[in-house]
């Protein structure tokens, strides 16, 4: 079972930001936050991860509670080529079954014009 | 261009018969993934490999097969035992401990 509790569903306006938030509240110590995206019919595309550090690269923020028990995507800029369906995934550094990526059913962004 | 190919992209097949699902990587990574979607759901994994020559199950590996014979190639069959073959099959690659890489994918028909 995946690890994560999302929206099903989110919309947000063009130009404005995107905020996804995420609970992990049984998250480990060496767990870390990873955010995937999927547009229709293609396959995952990697965003950000994190650890316990707020981390920000050139597609997006990833904010992360002091108790780590929560995140939050950041899409600074919402663009119509956002939408899609957001993934939040813990996941172990360890190269066993910890490792895999267990995805859940997501929040559908719908980035409107 | 560096990236994880999957051919192709529609496959159709008849119910009882193997089939082949391609996937290269040239990103020189370790380890490969294959996992399967079903519409409106997230991705589940099927099989991966870590290196060479090694793989294990992942949590839906009844009915497919894999080979792993050289570092940038890791076919997926589909067999004739798996109860529901169609689907949305994902290939992705990764280093030991980095972010997965995803293919484009394959849409996979039986009838």
């Known amino acids: 079972d995946a690890k994560t509790t999302q929206p099903t569903s989110m919309d947000c306006a063009e130009g404005r930001a995107a905020n996804l938030p995420c609970n992990h509240s049984?998250?480990?110590?060496?767990?870390?936050v990873y955010w995937y995206r999927q547009i229709h019919s293609q396959g995952p595309q990697y965003i950000i991860h994190?650890?316990?550090n707020n981390e920000t690269n050139e597609m997006a923020s990833l904010i992360i509670t002091e108790d780590r028990k929560s995140s939050t995507l950041i899409l600074p800029h919402a663009t119509l080529r956002d939408t899609a369906v957001y993934y939040c995934?813990?996941?172990?550094?360890?190269?066993?079954?910890?490792?895999?990526?267990?995805f859940g059913s997501g929040t559908r962004l719908l980035v409107r014009p | 261009d560096g990236g994880i190919t999957q051919s192709p992209k529609y496959l159709f097949r008849k119910e009882g018969q193997n089939v082949t699902l391609s996937c290269e990587q040239n990103?020189?990574?370790?380890?490969m993934y294959w996992y399967r979607q079903d519409p409106g759901q997230g991705l589940r994994l099927i099989y991966y490999?870590?290196?060479?020559?090694?793989?294990q199950k992942g949590d839906i590996a009844e009915g497919y097969s894999v080979s792993r014979e050289k570092k940038e190639s890791f076919p997926l069959t589909v067999t004739s035992a798996q109860k529901n073959p169609t689907a949305f099959y994902l290939c992705?690659?990764?280093?030991?401990?980095?972010?997965?890489?995803f293919g484009p994918g394959t849409r996979l028909t039986v009838t």
């Open positions: 994190g650890l316990k």
């Open positions: 490999s870590q290196i060479v020559n090694d793989f």
């Open positions: 990103l020189n990574h370790d380890a």
């Open positions: 049984t998250i480990s110590g060496n767990e870390y």
């Open positions: 992705a690659s990764s280093s030991q401990v980095g972010e997965q890489y």
């Open positions: 995934i813990v996941r172990g550094t360890r190269m066993d079954s910890s490792y895999k990526l267990i």
